[in-house]
């Protein structure tokens, strides 16, 4: 009797496993051959399992035949560098016993794997070679979900499997477990090759960002250290928070980070110190797309260029040895639906690595302070000093421009206000493009400098691509007209106040009395502020509690083109309040540039000329919400003219030709059938890519429901629901989200309703992507629009 041990990633594809070792058990059982057993023996886990990497699979230690489930999670998060450590250290001790390496352990492809295989690994794998092309496209895991489609395949590679596993017992020379592990820990059997491939990964990647290194400095937020050079951030911690407002340079100081990195040599003292953390690879990772990354797709995502050499599991390895950091950029700019599960990612990366640094990026508003206890330490960007705003400002004018890159910098060493503003890189470089791009005689007025500073620093909400739309929380948007008037409110109401901090409390309430004065009905003050973090860099959170203007001159900017849209009376008394020189002088020149032909918006985008339309040009009709057709005449009518102007098309009555002519319809968002009683089936709808709503009224007929399944449709309303069961054929539409049920009599009500029934029948079968059903109870007001 001879044992064998699985080694895979326990706690992922737990069934589709125990259904390909049912099947394997049923092999080994029938043949003729030697007889095996599985070990089943527990794992012991370490004390503190969540800091540790994987325990070791069950039996490796003594079995006779391990079979390795490989796939990229596998040599990524799975129990990979355990077993093969084990694996190793046994085929050493056999070989030094009889003088030949015995053949322990069989891998076997459970996904398709796009990195190299590590060397111990592609050298233990005798079975690829000559199987299905199913099971090298497909992997076993495929294979046993599909396993009345692929049988063939599946039998083949089952057969050969147990063909392997005998041959290896039948050899004679079989490894000794490991029963006395006094001689340490075993060797990191699946990292002999990664040096070669760090090397390579390090010439095809470069700084994230190729900026100048202009200095800066930093301070941590204890005080303890005061301020430090930019280039002293790695000796501030291991788990870092670098927070600053929009446009401070965040992306700047981690490429300085990913280039020291890249700076350091190897095997040297020298190297090894300049070297952040002694780390010589960089994981400078952004967040922009809405995620981060998986392990198995770094190398990809960073450096294309080497993916296909990748050793696989090379990335984690680095993480866990210490010998990598993570630096995550653009996390503010996760949608706010997306965000908690991009740190909830990002958090367990650095629970299963804790030897990995990794430096955070953010405004300090979006952070999830709880969940990060004292692990991490907060690091402040401070504003660039005159000194790096020279710096920087040299680089920008060293194509030439040397000449006005001198003019500015003497200007900005005149007006603290100005100089104030241009502390942020994003700023400095806005500034230097509005003196650029003036082109009237003498120097660009001083509240267009500031203008184009503060615009700088505000993210403008981007069109989300197309495709399917995205599921919205509504009301998350807040227009910009109240965010400016939100934040120019809060400057004048904390103009007495710190502007390094102010209680959070004190801000709510700001916002409360003052910032929404003008916005009508506006939202709470709390989801405000989070708006203005999220939007600006005029304002951010650097701590738990508090919130903050990035500069005193920012501050000044945003008062006091408040206080020039204000009535004189109020202006006058908050000014007697707490004014000061510099507010009251900007103050009037922005009452002065109200009156001439500058743009009164906060916000530029350039220095165009503002846009004036002739009086006389009349505005457009708005679109009819839908287009009612009732027979084939009307329909090619419509198609005819480039279709529904609402985007919503009505068919009453027997309408033939749908087949045809709805592909013509373009930008068809919603489709009405009604009164159609001998219509049996759908028309077809893959020619209308575009369509993501429909709706069928009173067709008992319909019963086929074929058409669904390759189209775009979403929401589907039956309307009446004869109160049957729902079709079976509604469990395999790929894109349907939500079906509507109207019952055919309904009490009628003051109000419309909806409540959530189970599928009639049980629960959905495993697999099914079944959608969200609602009767819905119309009340005395329903309309005949569609409503989804």
């Not at 002519?661 to 009164?675: F, I, T």
């Amino acid at each position: 009797m001879y044992r064998y041990a699985v080694s895979y990633l326990r706690g992922r594809d737990e069934a589709w496993v125990a259904r390909f070792l049912y099947e394997l058990r049923r092999r080994l059982d029938a043949s003729k051959g030697p007889q095996f057993t599985r070990v089943l023996a527990p794992a012991p886990q370490p004390p503190d399992a969540r800091h540790s990497p994987p325990a070791e699979s069950p039996g490796v230690a003594a079995a006779d035949v391990v079979l390795a489930l490989c796939s990229p999670a596998y040599f990524s998060e799975g129990p990979a560098d355990q077993d093969w450590a084990v694996l190793a250290h046994r085929q050493t001790l056999g070989q030094a016993r009889t003088g030949t390496a015995p053949r322990t352990a069989l891998p076997l492809l459970w996904e398709p794997i796009p990195q190299r295989l590590p060397e111990p690994v592609a050298a233990a794998d005798v079975l690829t070679a000559g199987q299905p092309p199913e099971y090298r496209s497909l992997g076993l895991a495929l294979l046993t979900m599909q396993a009345p489609r692929y049988r063939g395949a599946l039998d083949e590679v089952l057969s050969a499997i147990v063909a392997h596993m005998n041959e290896a017992v039948r050899s004679g020379t079989t490894a000794p477990p490991l029963a006395d592990r006094s001689a340490g820990e075993p060797p990191r059997a699946l990292a002999v090759d990664d040096g070669v491939f760090t090397e390579e990964f390090r010439k095809h990647l470069a700084p994230a960002v190729p900026a100048p290194r202009i200095p800066r400095t930093l301070v941590a937020d204890d005080g303890a250290d005061g301020t430090v050079p930019a280039e002293l951030l790695p000796e501030l911690g291991r788990r870092l928070l670098l927070v600053g407002p929009l446009g401070a340079g965040h992306s700047t100081e981690l490429a300085r980070l990913a280039g020291q990195a890249l700076d350091a040599l190897p095997h040297t003292p020298a190297g090894s110190a300049r070297a952040p953390w002694g780390c010589r690879i960089p994981f400078v990772l952004s967040a922009r797309s809405g995620a981060l990354p998986d392990l198995d797709g770094l190398v990809p995502a960073l450096a294309p260029g080497a993916a296909p050499r990748e050793p696989a599991g090379w990335a984690a390895r680095q993480l866990r040895a210490g010998h990598a950091f993570v630096a995550v950029d653009d996390l503010d700019a996760v949608p706010s639906r997306n965000r908690t599960a991009v740190w909830e990612s990002l958090l367990r990366l650095l629970r299963t690595h804790p030897q990995a640094p990794c430096v955070i990026a953010t405004n300090g508003a979006t952070v999830p302070w709880d969940r990060l206890g004292s692990e991490f330490r907060t690091v402040r960007l401070r504003a660039l000093a005159p000194a790096g705003v020279r710096a920087l400002l040299d680089s920008l004018g060293a194509g030439g421009e040397q000449r006005t890159a001198r003019a500015l910098t003497r200007r900005l060493d005149e007006d603290p206000v100005l100089s104030g503003v241009a502390g942020r890189p994003a700023a400095a470089a806005a500034i230097w493009r509005a003196s650029r791009a003036h082109a009237l005689p003498g120097p660009p007025p001083r509240h267009q400098l500031l203008r184009a500073g503060i615009s700088a620093g505000w993210r403008r909400a981007r069109p989300e691509p197309g495709g399917v739309p995205p599921v919205r929380e509504d009301g998350a948007a807040v227009p910009d007209s109240v965010l400016r008037t939100a934040c120019g409110g809060l400057a004048v109401a904390t103009l007495d106040m710190d502007g390094a901090r102010i209680p959070l409390r004190t801000a709510l309430d700001a916002l409360r009395e003052r910032g929404t004065r003008a916005a009508g009905a506006a939202p709470a003050p709390e989801r405000l502020l989070a708006a203005l973090a999220d939007r600006t860099g005029t304002l951010y959170q650097p701590g738990p509690d508090t919130v903050a203007f990035s500069d005193p001159a920012v501050r000044t900017f945003l008062a006091a083109h408040h206080l020039a849209g204000a009535e004189h009376a109020d202006a006058a008394r908050l000014l007697a309040r707490s004014g000061s020189p510099e507010l009251e002088e900007l103050l009037g020149e922005l009452r002065a540039a109200r009156t001439g032909t500058e743009p009164r918006g906060l916000l530029t985008s350039g220095h165009r000329p503002p846009r004036r339309l002739p009086a006389a040009r009349p505005a457009r009709p708005a679109p009819a919400r839908r287009a009612l057709v009732r027979s084939t005449g009307e329909l090619r009518a419509l198609a005819a003219s480039g279709g529904p102007g609402g985007h919503e098309l009505w068919c009453e009555g027997t309408v033939e030709g749908l087949d045809e002519l709805l592909p013509r319809l373009r930008g068809l968002r919603a489709l009405v059938l009604a009164d159609d009683p001998a219509r049996t089936a759908l028309p077809p709808l893959d020619g209308c890519p575009s369509l993501r709503a429909l709706r069928v009224v009173r067709c008992p007929a319909l019963t086929d429901w074929t058409a669904l399944a390759s189209s775009t449709v979403m929401f589907l309303t039956l309307e009446p629901w004869p109160d049957e069961p729902i079709p079976e054929a509604l469990d395999d539409m790929p894109w349907l989200s939500q079906v509507d049920l109207v019952p055919a009599e309904a009490r009628p009500t003051a109000r419309a309703g909806a409540h959530t029934v189970p599928r009639p029948g049980g629960t959905p079968r495993p697999g099914a992507g079944f959608p969200g059903v609602r009767v819905v109870r119309p009340g005395r007001s329903r309309g005949g629009n569609l409503q989804h």
